[in-house]
C-alpha cells in the first residue's frame, strides 16, 4: 500500500528565509503528488500537484515542488517566506485506479517569527 | 464556484447519541470524498461515491458510520451510538472528473466532539 512521511512535524523560519518542507512517499508506480496547506479551523487548500513531466511544479502563493524519482521524495520549497505563510502542510499521493483517494502525511507544522 | 460546503461546523453530542452532518459539493463535481482528521494527524480516507453510488469504504467505516449520496448531489454522514473516539474533524472533498488525477477540493470540514 502507498504511504507519505513527513519528517518534519513542526519547523520554524524567520519572514524572508527559505523554505523547504520534506516529502517522502511508497508506491510502485509513478504516483500522482500533492501538497495541501491548513489553516487553524479550516479545511485543506491545494498548492500544487504532480502528474507527470516536468518534474519541477510551480503552484499558488510562491511554492513549487520537486519530485525525485530516485529520492522518492517531492519536497515543497518557497524561496522567502511570509508570515502569512504559517500554517499546516501535508503532503499526499493518489494510486492509479484508486479512485484519486488522497493517502495524507502526518503533516508539518510551519511557525514564521517576524 | 462557491466551493464545498459542510453543515455543520462544529456539533458537540453526548456518548451514545446519533449525529449527522451534511456537504454540498461544488456542483458540477461527480465524485465526493469523505475524510476523518484527528489532532496531529492528516487527514484518512473513508469513503467515495461517484453520482449516487459509493464505490468504497475504507475499514476504519465501521458499522455505526453511514454514508449517502441519494441523487448525486449533496451526501450525508451519520454516525449512529457515537464513542468518544469518534472526536475528531470530518472533512468533505470533491471532485470533477473520471481519472485519478484531478485535485479533491475539501470544505472546512465539521469538529464533532463527544462528551
Known sequence: AQSVTQPDIHITVSEGASLELRCNYSY??????????????????????????????????GFE??????????NLRKPSVHWSDAAEY????????????????TGTQLKVEL | DTGVSQDPRHKITKRGQNVTFRCDPISEHNRLYWYRQTLGQGPEFLTYFQ?????????????????????????????QRTEQGDSAM??????????????????NGTRLTVT
Open chain 1, 28 to 61: 510502485g508506480a509513478t504516483p500522482y503528488l500533492f501538497w495541501y496547506v491548513q489553516s487553524p479551523g479550516q479545511g485543506l487548500q491545494l498548492l500544487l500537484k504532480y502528474f507527470s513531466g516536468d518534474t519541477l511544479v510551480q503552484g499558488i502563493k
Open chain 2, 90 to 107: 470530518y472533512l468533505c472533498a470533491s471532485s470533477l472528473g473520471q481519472g485519478d488525477n484531478s485535485p479533491l477540493h475539501f470544505g
Open chain 1, 90 to 105: 501535508f503532503c499526499a499521493v493518489a494510486t492509479t485506479g484508486g479512485g484519486n483517494k488522497l493517502t495524507f502525511g
Open chain 2, 51 to 79: 453520482n449516487e453510488a459509493q464505490l468504497e469504504k475504507s475499514r476504519l467505516l465501521s458499522d455505526r458510520f453511514s454514508a449517502e449520496r441519494p441523487k448525486g448531489s449533496f451526501s450525508t454522514l451519520e454516525i
Open chain 1, 65 to 74: 515542488a520537486e519530485f525525485k524519482r530516485s529520492q522518492s521524495s517531492f
